[in-house]
């Protein structure tokens, strides 16, 4: 039976309906889910329970899953699998200035997944655990209509300049103090440049931007965030955002292509949010 897709913001992000956990993953149901991808940006699968081998499995339908920089966040059993979770490995709740609390709201800021690699990420998978009762949203925004919105002038300077990712960058300007990354895990991740529009595979194109961008190729350093921001404000823009109120056992799918995304905080020191997360490599981004 084929999937259904019910939109859930003006054409933008859709509900799965007909996926269910026994379903094999054959290469016609891929192709739906890629399709149904590529066209809404965000795919969302509420109260479906998804074992981690699951999470892997689907992953795996899609591409090749990469491996986070930070080895302390992997899941123990399936290193694809990033523990995206507010609690320590005691089972506390954070410190709202501890590490892995100012990684977690470092996420806060609009970002996409991986921009700081050569070949970024086509998607990201995040299943949801246990959520918070108020706060801890997620935001998407679809940078195929903002960029379309964007008045000519600024069209002009995206279309006509590369961005510049960094992660070294975008970690240390994290909202606090992090552990320093070490000399040879900063080496594996120099900056890399990317077009600021890219241009997908159906001919639609989008805004490549987000969170490691550090400045605009060639341009003064300053000069190039002022415009970055400027952007950025004009390209999320209400009308151009979905947000996902999560609920425990929801899986959303989304396209770090064509999508930016940012969590809204929530009480982060005193309730539990317990996220799986994994991602899919992808391809150079092409103008
Ligand atoms: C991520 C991310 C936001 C969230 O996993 O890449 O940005 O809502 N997460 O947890
Ligand atoms: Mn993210």
Same mark, same amino acid.
């Given at each position: 039976?084929?999937?259904?897709?019910?939109?859930?913001?003006?054409?933008?992000?859709?509900?799965?309906?007909?996926?269910?956990?026994?379903?094999?993953?054959?290469?016609?149901?891929?192709?739906?889910?890629?399709?149904?991808?590529?066209?809404?940006?965000?795919?969302?699968?509420?109260?479906?329970?998804?074992?981690?081998?699951?999470?892997?499995?689907?992953?795996?339908?899609?591409?090749?899953?990469?491996?986070?920089?930070?080895?302390?966040?992997?899941?123990?059993?399936?290193?694809?699998?990033?523990?995206?979770?507010?609690?320590?490995?005691?089972?506390?709740?954070?410190?709202?200035?501890?590490?892995?609390?100012?990684?977690?709201?470092?996420?806060?800021?609009?970002?996409?997944?991986?921009?700081?690699?050569?070949?970024?990420?086509?998607?990201?998978?995040?299943?949801?655990?246990?959520? %918070? /009762?108020?706060?801890? *949203?997620? @935001?998407? $925004?679809?940078?195929?209509?903002?960029?379309?919105?964007?008045? +000519?002038? =600024?069209?002009?300077?995206?279309?006509?300049?590369?961005?510049?990712?960094?992660?070294?960058?975008?970690?240390?300007?994290?909202?606090?103090?992090?552990?320093?990354?070490?000399?040879?895990?900063?080496?594996?991740?120099?900056?890399?440049?990317?077009?600021?529009?890219?241009?997908?595979?159906?001919?639609?194109?989008?805004?490549?931007?987000?969170?490691?961008?550090?400045?605009?190729?060639?341009?003064?350093?300053?000069?190039?965030?002022?415009?970055?921001?400027?952007?950025?404000?004009?390209?999320?823009? %209400? /009308?151009?955002?979905? *947000?996902? @109120?999560? $609920?425990?056992?929801?899986?959303?799918?989304?396209?770090?292509? +064509?999508? =930016?995304?940012?969590?809204?905080?929530?009480?982060?020191?005193?309730?539990?949010?317990?996220?799986?997360?994994?991602?899919?490599?992808?391809?150079?981004?092409?103008?």
């Amino acid at each position: 039976m084929p999937l259904a897709f019910d939109v859930l913001e003006e054409g933008f992000g859709a509900e799965i309906q007909g996926l269910r956990e026994t379903d094999s993953l054959g290469p016609a149901l891929v192709d739906e889910l890629r399709k149904g991808l590529a066209d809404f940006g965000v795919l969302l699968i509420r109260n479906e329970e998804i074992t981690p081998e699951r999470l892997v499995q689907l992953g795996n339908a899609f591409g090749e899953l990469e491996i986070l920089p930070e080895p302390e966040k992997r899941h123990p059993d399936h290193p694809e699998i990033f523990n995206l979770s507010n609690l320590r490995d005691d089972g506390q709740v954070v410190d709202y200035e501890e590490p892995q609390s100012v990684f977690l709201r470092g996420t806060e800021r609009w970002h996409t997944d991986s921009s700081f690699r050569n070949i970024p990420c086509l998607c990201t998978m995040l299943y949801a655990v246990e959520v %918070p /009762e108020n706060g801890g *949203e997620t @935001q998407f $925004a679809n940078m195929i209509a903002a960029l379309e919105g964007l008045p +000519s002038d =600024l069209r002009e300077v995206v279309n006509q300049n590369r961005l510049v990712h960094s992660y070294v960058f975008s970690r240390a300007n994290n909202p606090g103090r992090m552990d320093p990354m070490s000399p040879e895990e900063e080496a594996k991740y120099p900056p890399v440049t990317h077009p600021w529009v890219r241009t997908h595979a159906d001919g639609r194109q989008s805004l490549y931007m987000g969170g490691h961008v550090s400045h605009v190729e060639g341009m003064d350093v300053n000069e190039g965030r002022e415009l970055v921001e400027l952007v950025l404000q004009e390209a999320t823009r %209400p /009308e151009f955002i979905y *947000e996902h @109120q999560w $609920a425990d056992n929801d899986l959303v799918i989304w396209d770090n292509r +064509s999508t =930016l995304h940012r969590l809204r905080p929530y009480d982060i020191s005193n309730t539990r949010r317990v996220m799986r997360r994994i991602t899919v490599a992808g391809t150079e981004p092409v103008i």
